[in-house]
Nanobody, 130 residues
Framework: QVQLVESGGGLVQPGGSLRLSCAAS????????IGWFRQAPGKEREGVSC????????YDADSVKGRFTISKDNANDTVYLQMNNVRPGDTGVYYC???????????????????????WGKGTLVTVPS
């Protein structure tokens, strides 16, 4: 059974840091792109950072470049999103998703946000007060 479970969300002050985790199970991550997406209240979901597990290629949205870092722990099938210097605009529910390399790339996944046969977690809430 495929599962993506996000954790690590919470309340963080502007300028602070937070690390989100996405624990994956039930499929071989080496054939997938894993991405972090977020949805703020009243806004559409957007891609934040994506990583190809097999070669480590990454893609970051312009809004988070230099502040967020996506990384992987192959031994534990976990993908992290290190969030530094957070801003109120980073507030939202953060979702982890997986899509097969047969249908997408790190850039496509983050820009389009969906792919045939993709998997999604239930999300974790990040709140940065203004």
């Amino acid at each position: 059974q495929v599962q993506l479970v996000e954790s690590g969300g919470g309340l963080v002050q502007p300028g602070g840091s937070l690390r989100l985790s996405c624990a994956a199970s039930g499929f071989n991550l080496n054939y997938y792109v894993i991405g972090w997406f977020r949805q703020a209240p009243g806004k559409e979901r957007e891609g934040v950072s994506c990583i190809s597990i097999s070669d480590g290629n990454t893609y970051d949205a312009d809004s988070v470049k230099g502040r967020f870092t996506i990384s992987k722990d192959n031994a534990n099938d976990t993908v992290y999103l290190q969030m530094n210097n957070v801003r109120p605009g980073d507030t939202g529910v953060y979702y982890c998703a997986a899509a097969s390399l047969l249908y997408t790339t790190v850039q496509l996944m983050c820009k389009i946000g969906k792919s045939p046969g993709d998997y999604w977690g239930k999300g974790t809430l990040v709140t940065v007060p203004s």
